[in-house]
């Protein structure tokens, strides 16, 4: 449990919040994991929820939350559910906070219409994850290539000494765009009220490769630059979005 670290989300989300809506309300972290965040809510005495689909990181919020905040308070406040329907009711939150959870969701568009429909008219939808346009891989901590096809990625993560990802990579985490969820949320009936740019392009031509031998060469090409793109890469946008919620 890295309560520092659900401390330092919550100041972000709600000083973003703040911006948007006059009454904070209730609040949903969707992807909750062990609950850091709920319980920083909730230690500041906001009204806060969580569900994920992780059976371990509810259990171990249950196993410690009361060390932080008084049982009842505590209880049902991270809930198991089954990644399709949200279980709560139509308009129950004003809030809805989700850190780089999207991209591990095979049905985005059902989840993101799930977490509109379970937000308040006038209510905040604010998202953030790993835009695939990006040249980072965040969870491995290397450089990537956009898009890149599967049978590139073990040849790929091999150079960089990463085989260990190698099946989380290819099934836990999914291609998704800032565009891409701002479409599904406008048909959801929401406004964009801001969103992350285009990430910048540092190698535009990476789609010729189809080679194992091509991504041996590339892969080493930014190995031996990396202190010169490194920087580059981290600046690179990843997906934020802030939407509310309008129909």
Known sequence: MDIERGEKRWRIFIHKAKKYVNSIGKCLDLGCGRGEFVLAGLR?????????????????????AHKYVTQDKANSRCILYDGSYVPFDSNTFMLVHSWFVLEHISNLAEVLREIVRVTHI???????????????????????????????????????????????????????TTPEVVAILEACGCEILEMSGTPNSVLPTHTSICSE???????????????????????????????????
């Open 44 to 64: 500041k005495g906001y009204d806060v929820f969580g569900i994920d689909v992780q059976e371990l990181g509810i259990k171990q919020f249950e196993q410690v």
């Open 122 to 176: 006038g209510g905040i939808l604010i998202l953030d994850a790993q835009d695939a346009r990006t040249y980072y891989e965040g969870h491995a901590n290397i450089p990537w290539l956009p898009f890149m096809p599967k049978y590139l990625i073990p040849a790929w993560l091999k150079e960089f000494a990463c085989e260990d990802k190698l099946d989380y990579l290819m099934n836990s985490v999914y291609y998704i």
């Open 213 to 247: 031998d091509e991504v041996i060469r590339i892969a080493n090409e930014f190995k031996n630059s990396y202190s010169d793109t490194i920087s580059m890469l981290f600046q690179n946008k990843n997906l934020h979005i802030i939407a509310r919620k309008v129909l």
